[in-house]
């Protein structure tokens, strides 16, 4: 097993940012500055496609649910992202979405296919950094643990939540949900699930049926108004809502 | 104009509880008992069918409003409910309603068409009722006012903020979506709506085709999993901060 190396330290806002590899896989762990060392659930975080762990989304949902609610966030460059080489498969897949995008011609299986790749690479890596992470004494075994995962994040997260029992609730931001819907019929933890009403790439219906799928008990999804990139942001602080209750955390910075 | 007549006032869990009348409509006001007569935004809530102003689910949303966000909340007993008399017709449609029942035949019809009434004589009653409270003191003109119905709460809500400007957010529960579609569409202040994705009484479709039809910028669906009654506790919560955002508090109570 690799342990977690950390390679870089900052803070700002409240918030301690530890850059790490766990193996040849770059992350970044950021927790509460009053707090950094102190045990606490840890929220693993997948970023979205083309996207990386230093996203401004990242950063700003790492933020909420640092400050707010005291907990480590973890995030980890997807494949073929962030301070990772890109494969030829990589650059292939991208050119093929670059000219489906620039013909108007459907993107919608080129991504599906891509991501699917990627979550089979990346669900294992998930499973290694979690293991790493929880050798650390400030997020120790047996902790609680949740995931956030936007597009491709949902993509590699729907399959790594099915299979990892460590996981005991999830906030998924809508991705193409077509080859998801076996995987969301294996989860049993609690679900929210955000969905774009007016979404213009995915259709209504497929993001609908997804959430349909879930055999969580709890599950609930937050559709609003608005196109594709338009999530509003306080579903950022529904999701630190989220966890605080399935965590059991209190929220003390209110959102 | 009638004005606000009290009538009894009692407190309890950091609520002050007021009864009051407005004409003949017996309402209850409550207060945070730290300010209860601090100015500070008001929330009118509207009861569910055979439910009245102080349900439990009434006075649990209103202690969460009041102490979390310092709100003043104000139900009022719909026509023929709590303590206003049944006429004939109440009577007779209740009847229908229980035999339907009963014999295990569609409610919604009787539901949809006695709602449909009681809310053309509920939309006057609140207008006024809202009237007399703008006069008091702790309230005021030109503030902010909210809405939060609840089944029959909704089927007068809907058509109550469709053509009262002084409300200029409202939460919705579900409730049979049929005659609301209209009034929805001339909707347009911030809306939180909530079903139940596996609600057995009111058919999923129709509930999305309410959510879909109101024309509001900003609305934002919670569908949870679970039956027609099984409204998850933390929707009142994500109430109190969908209201602090669009009626200008903060939460001080986290949630």
């Known amino acids: ?47 979205g496609g083309g996207n990386h762990k230093k996203s401004p989304a990242m950063a700003g949902r790492a933020q909420r649910l640092a400050t707010g609610c005291g907990f480590h966030v973890a995030v980890i460059d997807a494949p073929g992202h962030g301070d990772r080489p890109r494969t030829a498969h990589d650059e292939q897949e991208i050119a093929e979405l670059r000219k489906a995008q620039a013909a108007g011609e459907p993107e919608g299986p080129i991504v599906v296919r891509y991501n699917a790749h990627l979550a089979e690479l990346a669900v294992p890596e998930w499973r290694a950094t979690l293991d790493a992470l929880q050798e650390l004494p400030e997020i120790g075994a047996g902790g609680p643990v949740g995931y956030v995962g936007i597009g491709l994040g949902t993509a590699i997260g729907v399959p790594l939540v099915a299979i990892e029992p460590r996981i005991t609730a999830a906030v998924f931001v809508s991705t193409w949900p077509d080859v998801l819907v076996e995987k969301a019929e294996q989860i049993t933890v609690p679900i929210e699930f955000d969905l774009q009403w007016d979404d213009e790439r995915i259709p209504r219906e497929a993001g609908l049926a997804l959430f349909d799928a879930f055999a969580s008990k709890e599950k609930t999804l937050h559709a609003n108004a608005g196109k594709h990139l338009e999530l509003p942001r306080f579903e950022a602080d529904s999701a630190v809502q989220f966890f605080a209750r399935h965590l059991g955390r209190t929220v003390t910075s209110p959102a």
């Open 1 to 47: 097993m690799h342990p977690v190396q950390f390679t870089a330290e900052s803070s700002s806002n409240g918030v301690v940012e530890r850059d790490f590899t766990v193996g040849d896989v770059p992350g970044v762990l950021r927790s509460p500055a009053s707090g950094a060392t102190d045990r606490a659930p840890l929220i693993l975080m997948g970023h």
